[in-house]
């Protein structure tokens, strides 16, 4: 349960490259793992999982602004992640998505993944999560894939609420509904 040593996905400075690759393909991965049933449940699987996929990496884009550079090398070897590796700072980007969508599900989603994104690089350490509230660096590994998991379950009772509520549903299911008044 150590969230430092016991952590074998690291990315290994002496290959800055295959690491930059395994690190956007880990994070697109267990992006697609939280949201799965909301992408199963929309009508552009293949483009909002190309999107998921992507977007699981888009936090990382902090390194290389706290980096100042785009050597894959540089932000590989920084001495800690930054503090936007932070659940506020994904809650901000979730308000963010509401606030520009208004719509619950994407702000959600980008909830979901992001905070995949943060439990995973937790497991690794040097990432202060709770920041600016607590300056615990990383957190058990386990966390990583039982929250990944809590997260696919919260997907799916969303996704199912959702389309219940749909308006498209409601007015295949009930002609009538849109017809009144
Ligand atoms: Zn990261």
Known sequence: MSPYQAWPFLSDPNHP??????????????????????????RHRLAYGAL?????????????VAAGSLSL?????????????????????????LLLTRRWLAAWAVFAVNVAHLLFDAAGGHEHILYPFSSLDGLPWLLCPLGTLALLGI?????AAAQRSSPARIATERPDALAVG
Do not use: K, M, Y
């Not at 997907?155 to 996704?159: H, L, P, R, T």
């Open 17 to 42: 490259f295959l690491s930059a690759v395994w690190a956007v393909g880990i994070h697109g991965c267990i992006a697609l793992v939280a949201i799965a049933p909301i992408i199963w449940r929309s």
């Open 52 to 64: 998921t996929f992507v977007g699981g990496s888009i936090l990382d884009l902090d390194h290389f």
């Open 73 to 97: 090398h540089t932000i590989e070897t920084l001495s800690g992640r930054p503090d936007t590796h932070s659940l506020i700072f994904v809650a901000g980007l979730a308000a963010l998505t």
């Open 155 to 159: 997907s799916a009772v969303i996704s």
